[in-house]
């Protein structure tokens, strides 16, 4: 039960961003996608979720070839992605962007805007439903992006740096938030994600990338011993 990129190769203007990598990931895990800037993560997520085609290799999702489908066909089959800048409508209100991801799959107002309540509630929201979402800090920009996405019921759900303009105490609770959602849900996440704490203690399995290669992967512990892992994060002297 596996949404499974293979030997994947995408390349721009002579730049490998991603160079034969294999990732799945599997409903129910937490998956941590890492490297540092450039690395080809957020290339990987769009393969994942149909924003880019590869230039070589393979993505499926249970078992179905993807090849060629467009991103509303990932997203029909329940694979639903977060973006690095998050993407709401500044002139809506926070209930009225998650009710947006309701909608979409057919369900009438009054119960979209019923659902989209209990998921504000469940992302600690519920104060901010009726604020515009052009005046939310960027903590709470990011998680209303999670609630929407959440509202397309995702099967994989992929998050591009959610934490990123969090502070210590707002990232820690996103990763607590991520776990609940996990065994709420029942969906599989990849998290790309640069704050190591928030990794190491949410992330079951960790794919590390660095300019567009695969250098380690693994349980957190197995990762954290890696002598390529430690290079590129603690300089060569620690390998
Ligand atoms: N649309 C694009 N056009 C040209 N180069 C790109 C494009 N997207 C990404 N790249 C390049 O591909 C490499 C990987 O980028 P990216 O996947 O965004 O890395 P990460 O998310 O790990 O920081 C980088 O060298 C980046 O400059
Ligand atoms: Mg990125």
Redesign the pocket.
Known sequence: MTLKASDVSVR??G?N?IDHVSVALDQGEILGLI?P???????MVNVLSGFQKPAGGAVSIFGDDAGGRPADWFSCNGVVRTFQAVRLFKGMTVSENVEVGFSTLGIGRAQARRRAAQLLDRMGLASRADQLSGTLNYGDERRVGIARALALAPKFLLLDEPAAGMNIAEAEALGTLIRSVRDDFGCGILVIEHNMRLVMNTCERLHVMSSGRTIAAGTPSEVAGNAEFKKAYLGSEAA
């Open positions: 721009f203007a730049v961003a490297g800037n450039g690395a080809g993560k957020t290339t």
